[in-house]
């Protein structure tokens, strides 16, 4: 076992964009560097980032593109020679596109095993922001193949999306594993005051408080939310609160889907929050809704578990490996009347909702930020002994 290791975790996106990429890097580097190990981050450069000790920024082709998020520059020069001086053991990329391909080639011209992390259904995005026009869920297959051969092991969000590695891209059993993103300590630890305070602050005391944190971006599936949303106003007939956060191309489009459908009132898109907020909104609201259909986990959702907040979500791949349905969250099928149906049920007392809560808190315990970047560790400790081991052969081989 390596006693300190040099880690290097690339990615496409990362801070100030809000995303599950993003919030998913940074808690695995605050683990990592808890234990004592070196980690940096390569991320792109934005014109709101805030600059950190253990992040490099690299150039930026688009400022702006689908969703708020930037289009890298993987051929920076300047790339290579910041990896080069900092003498890495291990690289963990987080996207096989673009950085990705840039990892791949640091990978094998300076002889450091690569691991990858598939943290999103990238056919299902291409679908949603072409309106089904454009299906690539074939194709992808045949893009991902070269490059998950380059990688010493890949892992997967949750059991379910590990079964899409290793049953449609045809990974082998052992050289796949289950990551997920781990939750904060802060997220357990939100007090009463707090969640009153989140409460009065949307006038929600005494009425359901709902939430949802995503980009508001049609994978997102919000649309759906509020057309559910505009049946179970009609249905409950009572005052309700539902609290939008985050932001995205999309979001004025969605204010005015509001407007049509009599919402104004009871939703709120608050914008995007930092993250050492949003545990008090996760931990305040009776519910947390989920529409996704795109998700490889969902980390809200595991956030929302951290607060004591059953899920109430579609029913998909991904989200199916952390909702239990009955137990700690309810699933639906993409259907705004049964959607509607549901929360009505749940509002209206046929649930054991303070039972759900518990349920939802201890699945959320179970994903600490410590347990999950140790998992992270013995699996780079692995390739990287695996990879000091195919060199020493090749060398006796030699002599």
Known sequence: MVLMMRIALMTNNYKPVMGGVPISIERLTKGLEAMGH????FAPTYSEQKEEENVFRYAT??????????IPNPFDRRIEKEFREKHFDVIHVHHPMLVGRT?????RKYHIPMVFTYHTRYEKYVECYTKGLLRVEKLMPFYLHPFLKRCSFVFAPTEGIRTYLTDTLGMEQERTGVLPTGIEERNFQVTEEEKEGIRSRYHAQGMPLFLTVSRMGPEKNVGFLINSLAEFKKRFQRPFRMLMVGDGGHRAEYEKLCERLDLKDEVIFTGSLPNEETAAYFAAADAFLFASKTETQGIVVLEAFAGGTPVLAVR?????????NGVNGILT???????????EC???GEIDRAGMAENALQTGLRYREEAVA???LHVYNEVVNESHMVSLTARTVKI
Do not use: P, W
Not at 103 to 107: E, F
């Open 38 to 41: 070196q980690v940096t981050v």
């Open 61 to 70: 082709l688009l400022h702006r593109f689908i969703g708020g998020i930037v």
């Open 103 to 107: 990892a791949a080639y640091l990978s």
């Open 316 to 324: 998909a791949s991904g989200v199916e490996d952390l909702v239990t």
């Open 333 to 343: 099928e993409e259907d705004s009347l049964e959607y509607a149906e549901m929360l």
């Open 346 to 348: 749940f509002c209206g």
């Open 374 to 376: 140790l998992k992270a």
